[in-house]
Every structure is written in structure tokens, then in C-alpha cells.
């Protein structure tokens, strides 16, 4: 489980975020939704400590992060962070060497099912293709955890619905995934857990399956009263 | 969001839960004759792959059709539809009370009598079915999406 306790971030003189705290569950899918600018890519990065949070505690399994802890989690940023002149063959040895947790053959079956060309370079990729690459380099890691900075933003409808059949494949199946959207409505069949975040802080967190039978509301029509003000 | 499963699309609506909509599939696909007593199902992993849905998903619809009795899951052997005939033909009456009563609940808002509404019934059933059939034999199978 990953859980976040109490975040805060100063940036700028603006609190950016005031106090977030949620868990994500492995085995689960679970949505960290926001309005542009909400902070949603600020928590993946401080989860990772790619930026430094102002307060607050983040723990993996009950514990602090770690050296270990990114042989535990892997990080897909919202965009490529591979060198442009790379062929994309290049680019998996390059994360085969500083990861330990790498899985070749997984690697080779997510290049496959994004039918992405090896022998092509970084560079000259499409924005969707980068996006799947991106997947590619991120989920061939063998990690429990897995987070995903809007991996459907600025994408075609064909490239999205194939990002997100990967959902539904043992590629993804018993890891925990964290995701950040803010185009929630396509994909919403695919979370277990939603959480909203609104103003720096957690205004809604819960199972999707749940406010779906209780409440007979879609997550869209959660996010809607709950962060429509 | 839809997906084809060999014909048949199945649609998920985002408000209602997506497992009991799986469930209805199911049931829909017994009480037509598509599935039979006794049919081995795809697995969890296949369904949801089939379906495009969260595995975890997958295993609530089945768990939920084991409780209710419709599948079966002895041992490791992959599941299968109950050979218990009662319990498959109930299902046709269920879905179509079920159904019934919702249209029900819909139409009595509208306040309209009952030799109207089911005159209205059998011409709109009869002109879908007509429309359903030129469809097919026009498209020769294509997706409408």
C-alpha cells in the first residue's frame, strides 16, 4: 500500500498543496483526479521525492522511502524522458543497466502489444507513440507499484483505447496503479478507487464500484458535485 | 464504452455497477440460448481482457454469479454455467420482470392508457425488429458504432 499522510507543498509563495493525504492499494487501480493545476502531478513527484515536500509523510508498505523503494515503484512521467537520438531498442538497455527490477521479456511483450518498431528512434516519435513507449519503459519494470502521470492526455481515441487495454491484461493485473487524470469519463470503468483532490487537499476519496451501486452515480457525476463549486 | 464480443457488443453505462452489468450480459446471453447449461466461461483474466474491464471487476461479476448460483467453479477446472434448469430458466423471467417494471415505473409518469401504450408497444417492436433485420442483411455484419 501506498500511503500519503499529510502532504504539504510551498511553491512560489502559494501552497499548492495543504495536507493530502490517501492510500493506494496494490491489486488496485486507483485515480487521483483533479482540475488542471489541482496538484495532481506534484503528489506522483513528491510519492517519488522528485520534488521535496514542505511537510507531510509518504510510506511504502509501512515503510520510508528508500534506496529499494524505486525497485518497488515505477515513475511514468507525462512525457518521454529518454534522449531523442536513442532507437528505441537503445532506450530499453539503457533502463535494463540502472534497473534491477527490469523485465526484458515483459519489456519485449509491451513492445509488442503497442506494435512499436525497435529500430526507431525517440526523436522521431508521435506523441502517441511516445506515450506508449512511455508505458513501455515504465510497466516492463518488475515493480509492485506503478504511477502514471496522465498517460491519456493529448492522445488520439485509438492510441487511448489501446493504453487503456492494457488495464485489462495480466501486464498490469496484481500491481498497484496510481494514475492521474483529468479526462476521467472514458476510463472510468477501469478504477477501483477514485480521489478527488480539490484546493490542495483530498475532497473525496472512495471505490468506484461502491458510489456506483449505492449512490447510482458515475465517478464523472462524483467529480462533478464535488469539485464544481 | 463498448466492446464486441464475437456479435455481440456489449455496452457499460458509467452508473450503474460495471459487475452487474457483466452479471446482466450473462444472464442475457443464458436466457437467448447464446450460452448453454454447462458451458465452460473464459476465465477472470480472459473476461476481462474480453471486455475491457478491471480484472478485479472480472472476479466480483463471477463471485457474484457464484452466490447466485449461475456458474460453477469446482476445484481448478475453469468455470461453467449450472446445469440446475431451474435456475436458468428463471433467469428468463427474471430479466424480463425486471425489464417490464422498469418501463413501467417509466411509463406510468406518462399517464397514457393501457390499449394506447400496447398498440404503441407492438408497432415500435415490430418496425425495430424489421429494422434490426434489414440492418444485418445491408451490413453484412459490420460494427455500427
New interface residues.
Partial sequence: MIEVVNMHKRYRLRNVLNGVSFTAEKGQVTCLIGVNGAGKSTVLKAIMGLTPMSKGTVRIDGRARERETYEKVAFIPDHLTMPSYMKLSEGLRFMADFYQSWNQARAGELMKFFRLDTSERVGNLSKGTAAKYNLVIGLAQDTDYVLMDEPFSGIDLFSRESIAEVFSTDLIDGRGVLLTTHEVGEIEHLLDKAVLLSHGTVAKEFQCEQVRSEEGKSVVDVMREVLWV | ?HTNDGGTEVF?????????QVVRHFKEQIATGRMEAGQVIPSR?EL??L???????AQ?AYKEMEEQQLIVTEGNSPSRITNQMEILQSIRTELLHDTVAAFIASIRKIEVPIEELLDLVEREFNEARLHESTKISDSGGDRND
Fill in positions: 464504452m457499460f453505462n458509467n452508473r450503474d455497477p460495471v459487475y452487474l483474466r476481462a481482457a471486455f475491457k474491464i478491471n480484472p478485479n471487476t466480483r
